[in-house]
Antibody, heavy 122, light 111 residues
């Protein structure tokens, strides 16, 4: 069965760049019409969709984060990644990666990685 | 504040039926976008429960069902069990935010 595992920096200083990776196992990231997604969860804002990348490298981002965000995919390593620049304390959250199931007009997320806590602090 | 409003908490006794509401507006549920539901057990990642067509992944019992009408949706859980104690989230798309959005979550307590 498909599994996703996040990795990356757990502590980031304000104004620096947050970098995370999501390794996909049990299936190819290149197969199907899935949208490989990032979602975060913070106590103050609940669950927030960040953005996704398709294996064609097309992307779609949450407009509220778009100016600071890059999501990319590496099919040779079966993984995708997230970079968020100029972070502040408001970016402190548990970050999840997930596979997005795309059907015309809708999208749902299944499965999810276990999540990784990223704290923004000096 | 999420554009999808859920009650902060609901509760029920074992064996009972509970419903969790998800209220939106004309820019999301009222615009015809499907609602999907997730269950998050304490300390765990959210788990996909049911999609807008009432399709459940294997392993999710048919005690869970979803419905939608106009700008509101509901998740119903019948035959409540202790293992159902978790947070539940709805998810859809909003045309004003041009983003996929989640409800604020509902904590289900099994009495």
């Amino acid at each position: 069965q498909l599994q996703l595992q996040e990795s990356g920096s757990g502590l980031v200083k304000p104004s620096q760049t947050l970098s995370l990776f999501c390794a996909v196992s049990g299936g190819s990231i290149s197969s199907g019409s899935y949208s490989w997604s990032w979602i975060r969860q913070s106590p103050g804002k609940g669950l927030e969709w960040i953005g996704y990348v398709h294996h064609s490298e097309s992307t779609r981002y949450n407009p509220s984060l778009k100016s600071r965000l890059t999501i990319s995919i590496d099919t040779s390593k079966n993984q995708f990644s997230l970079k968020l620049t100029s972070v502040t304390a408001a970016d402190t959250a548990v970050y999840f990666c997930a596979r997005g199931h795309v059907v015309p007009g809708t999208l749902w997320f299944d499965p999810w990685g276990q999540g990784t806590l990223v704290t923004v602090s000096s | 504040q999420s554009v999808l409003t859920q009650p902060p908490s609901v509760s029920g006794a074992p064996g009972q039926r509970v419903t969790i509401s998800c209220t939106g507006s004309s820019s999301n549920l009222g615009a015809g976008y499907d609602v999907h539901w997730y269950q998050q057990l304490p300390g765990r990642a959210p788990k996909f429960l049911i999609n807008g067509n009432n399709n459940r992944p294997s392993g999710v019992p048919d005690r869970f069902s979803g419905s939608k009408s106009g700008t509101s949706a509901s998740l119903a859980i019948t035959g409540l069990q202790a293992e159902d104690e978790a947070h539940y989230y709805c998810q859809s798309y909003d045309t004003i935010l041009t983003s996929w959005v989640f409800g604020g979550g509902t904590e289900l307590t099994v009495l």
